[in-house]
């Protein structure tokens, strides 16, 4: 194992967008837009985990490159199936930010469920998944 030698490469603008869904019952739901959840306000808490993770990506996948992120924004849309999470992360870096924009959606939707755990046990994550990607040698990428 051992982690990439990027430094030849060129520092370039990348922008990597990643999403998931918390699917939950529509008890689950009315609590997250009621804000009646014991533990606080969700989509607040899942939003700041979502960002802090993103920031500490390399910690925690041991081959990823530190980077220095010059934006993160996680989006979270309360819907009919349950939460639907939306990272946008930018970096100027010699590498990718997609762990980082997957982590951030990640951590997110685990935050919900350990904040919604005790209404719903039959929760779960699905589509996760990137989006799209821009920057470096590949150029823009799109699903």
């Given at each position: 194992?051992k982690?990439v030698?990027?430094?030849?490469?060129?520092?370039?603008?990348?922008?990597?967008i990643?999403?998931c869904?918390l699917?939950?019952?529509?008890?689950?739901?009315?609590?997250?837009?009621?804000?009646?959840?014991?533990?606080?306000?969700?989509?607040?808490?899942?939003?700041?985990?979502?960002?802090?993770?993103?920031?500490?990506?390399?910690?925690?996948l041991p081959?990823c490159?530190?980077?220095?992120?010059?934006?993160?924004?996680l989006?979270?849309?309360?819907?009919?199936?349950?939460?639907h999470?939306?990272?946008?992360?930018?970096?100027?870096?010699?590498?990718?930010?997609e762990?980082?924009?997957?982590?951030?959606?990640?951590i997110?939707?685990?935050?919900a469920?350990?904040?919604?755990?005790?209404?719903d046990?039959?929760?779960?994550?699905e589509g996760?998944r990137?989006?799209e990607?821009?920057?470096?040698?590949s150029?823009?990428?799109?699903?």
């Open positions: 194992m982690m030698d990027v430094g030849a490469k060129e520092k370039t603008e990348r922008v990597a990643a999403e869904w699917c939950m019952s529509a008890e689950a739901l009315r609590r997250v837009r009621e804000n009646r959840v014991e533990k606080g306000d969700v989509l607040a808490a899942a939003k700041l985990a979502g960002i802090m993770a993103a920031k500490r990506t390399p910690e925690l081959l490159h530190p980077l220095g992120l010059t934006a993160a924004e989006h979270i849309e309360v819907e009919e199936r349950g939460m999470f939306v990272a946008t992360l930018k970096s100027c870096e010699r590498t990718g930010v762990m980082e924009a997957l982590t951030a959606v990640a997110a939707a685990l935050t469920w350990d904040m919604l755990k005790s209404t046990k039959s929760m779960y994550i996760l990137l989006l990607k821009s920057g470096g040698r150029g823009h990428w799109a699903r």
